[in-house]
């Protein structure tokens, strides 16, 4: 009974110290796993800080480009007005310049009338004159 008690006993020990060996190393897994897991956390913390910014960044750099677009519609509007208003200048211009030379027109043919006319009593009077 004597050698089943020690057998046992030994057996107990043998058993106790797997068992308390098994629970180190299940304590040091999980010591490397609890590191890990927070060292995983700040990175995630990390991240979405990061991940913050950008869309921080984003959303201003989306502004910007709303606004430069509102900017390029507003001066292509300005711009094509003002195109419209030379165009409408140009026409004017060329309808006085049409006017001014048909004028100047109608009063060169005045003027060749007149002269004809003068050179007519001219000669009527030299005519005259002579006789």
């Known amino acids: 009974?004597?050698?089943?008690?020690?057998?046992?006993e030994n057996l107990y020990e043998q058993k106790n110290a797997d068992l308390r060996a098994q629970l180190k190393r299940a304590s040091s897994t999980s010591a490397s796993r609890s590191e890990e897991v927070t060292s995983l956390q700040m990175r995630l913390e990390?991240?979405?800080k990061a991940s913050g910014e950008f869309d921080k960044e984003r959303s201003m750099l989306m502004?910007?480009?709303s606004d430069l677009e509102k900017k390029r519609?507003?001066?292509h509007s300005r711009f094509a007005k003002m195109l419209d208003a030379r165009d409408a200048e140009i026409d004017a211009l060329l309808a006085e310049k049409t006017a001014l030379l048909n004028e100047y027109q109608d009063l060169m043919d005045t003027k060749v009338?007149?002269?004809v006319e003068i050179a007519t009593?001219?000669?009527?009077?030299?005519?005259e004159e002579s006789r």
Request: zero cysteines.
């Open 46 to 48: 990390a991240a979405m």
């Open 63 to 65: 502004s910007k480009v």
């Open 1 to 8: 009974m004597n050698a089943n008690r020690n057998e046992l």
């Open 73 to 75: 519609d507003e001066d």
């Open 113 to 115: 009338a007149l002269d």
């Open 121 to 127: 009593y001219r000669k009527l009077l030299e005519g």
